[in-house]
């Protein structure tokens, strides 16, 4: 039964969780950790870590994608970003750095990365970039917003992609686009695809599973929300309970498993996922794997230099985000982030590490079991 209160006069509003609000709770017999399994299935595609990078340029280069797919996770390139509207990123990204560094304003370095986004996308340099992660033998996946995936997907297929990405701050399962005489239908248009397709935003139920109902092979919940770095509450009054959104998600992937009798939509977790522990609470939700932003661009491969952006933070008229300095001194390997060793106490460091000891702890042995454990709220 929804939890209901009253905000005024025949005003009611829902009473929704947040990660910080949630506590795993063990009730098993303890395991050790190196009989624990993190790794799961997409599509035809085998991952050994549930772990998602966002795909901005900030944090994935395609030399970043295959670092990361070589440690058993997938970076999401940005088809809409830099790397395939300029021919030397790491110069306009240096820039960009500096900018954010000299700069007291921080709109400045904003307004430097809308100016870098409106030079055009140019169809061989994404293709280059595609091809450099492919060619590393890793699995390849590629971002497009729904206003963009009818332009650009056909070049992206062409090009060699395994997985598409349309990630948007909010999706639904039909999108309407100005000027455009048919809106886009995702039923139809993934459908007409021989790539698997992984669609999302979404933070309810109901949106959930009716973009399940495309034909989706995984749905993203969430908004990507990092502490400091997006500002969609601020922007537009929408913000994402994630413990609440998880746990809704995986309901409507049991009904759609019901519904079609046995099709298996996965659920990713994007938003609020900034430790070790908060990775483990996103998996015991529901969720099959989550999407990194702010943690992984400390590390040392990430192309952003120690600074951090999400990629709505080049919208031309409504940034929702901000050119944050995520790491100061020495950077960490992408290793140490992901399996340690860690001498952080805070759960910023060996992310895989710390949700298989909070599996083995719990007694279960693979991420599906792990979403059975029991969970407390915080009064």
């Known amino acids: 039964m929804r939890d209901l209160v009253e905000i005024g006069m025949g005003r009611t509003a829902r009473r929704t969780y947040e990660l910080d609000d949630v506590d795993i709770v063990p009730s098993r017999r303890t395991r050790s950790s190196k009989e624990v399994s993190t790794a799961w299935q997409l599509d035809a595609y085998r991952f050994d870590i549930p772990v998602l990078a966002h795909p901005t340029d900030a944090l994935v280069s395609p030399a970043f994608a295959v670092e990361l797919g070589k440690a058993g996770g997938l970076g999401v390139i940005n088809g809409e970003g830099l790397w395939g509207r300029h021919a030397d990123v790491d110069a306009v990204i240096a820039r960009?750095?500096?900018?954010?560094?000299?700069?007291?304003?921080?709109?400045?370095?904003i307004a430097y990365l809308q100016e870098l986004h409106a030079a055009p996308l140019q169809a061989d340099l994404l293709a280059a970039?595609?091809?450099?992660?492919?060619?590393?033998?890793?699995?390849?996946?590629?971002?497009?917003s729904p206003q963009n995936a009818r332009t650009l997907t056909p070049e992206l297929v062409k090009a060699g992609i395994d997985l598409l990405v349309v990630h948007g701050t909010i999706i639904s399962a039909e999108h309407v686009a100005h000027?455009?005489?048919?809106?886009?239908?995702?039923?139809?248009?993934?459908?007409?695809?021989?790539?698997?397709?992984?669609?999302?935003?979404?933070?309810?139920?109901?949106?959930?599973?009716?973009?399940?109902?495309?034909?989706?092979?995984?749905?993203?919940?969430?908004?990507?929300?990092?502490?400091?770095?997006?500002?969609?509450?601020?922007?537009?009054?929408?913000?994402?309970?994630?413990?609440?959104?998880?746990?809704?998600?995986?309901?409507?992937?049991?009904?759609?498993?019901?519904?079609?009798g046995g099709r298996y939509v996965h659920v990713i977790a994007d938003g609020d996922v900034e430790t070790s522990g908060d990775l483990a609470k996103a998996i015991a939700c529901g969720a099959d794997a989550a999407v990194l932003g702010a943690p992984l661009a400390i590390a040392a491969e990430a192309p952003g230099r120690g600074w951090y952006w999400p990629s709505a933070a080049a919208h031309p008229s409504l940034p929702r985000g901000a050119a944050l300095q995520v790491a100061f001194d020495e950077r960490p390997s992408l290793e140490r982030v992901l399996i340690g060793p860690s001498d952080d106490p805070y759960g910023s460091l060996n992310f895989v590490g710390g949700l298989r000891r909070a599996m083995a702890k719990s007694g279960y042995s693979d991420l599906k079991e792990f979403q059975k454990v029991g969970l407390s709220v915080r009064a």
Do not use: W
């Open 96 to 109: 960009l750095v500096d900018i954010a560094e000299s700069d007291p304003d921080p709109s400045a370095a």
């Open 129 to 144: 970039a595609v091809a450099q992660v492919r060619d590393s033998g890793v699995t390849t996946a590629v971002r497009v």
């Open 179 to 260: 000027g455009e005489s048919e809106p886009l239908n995702l039923k139809t248009f993934i459908s007409e695809l021989d790539v698997p397709v992984v669609a999302g935003g979404v933070s309810d139920h109901r949106t959930a599973l009716h973009l399940m109902r495309t034909g989706a092979a995984g749905v993203i919940v969430g908004f990507g929300s990092t502490h400091g770095a997006t500002t969609t509450s601020a922007s537009l009054g929408i913000g994402v309970p994630m413990a609440t959104a998880i746990a809704d998600a995986a309901a409507a992937r049991r009904d759609y498993l019901d519904e079609t």
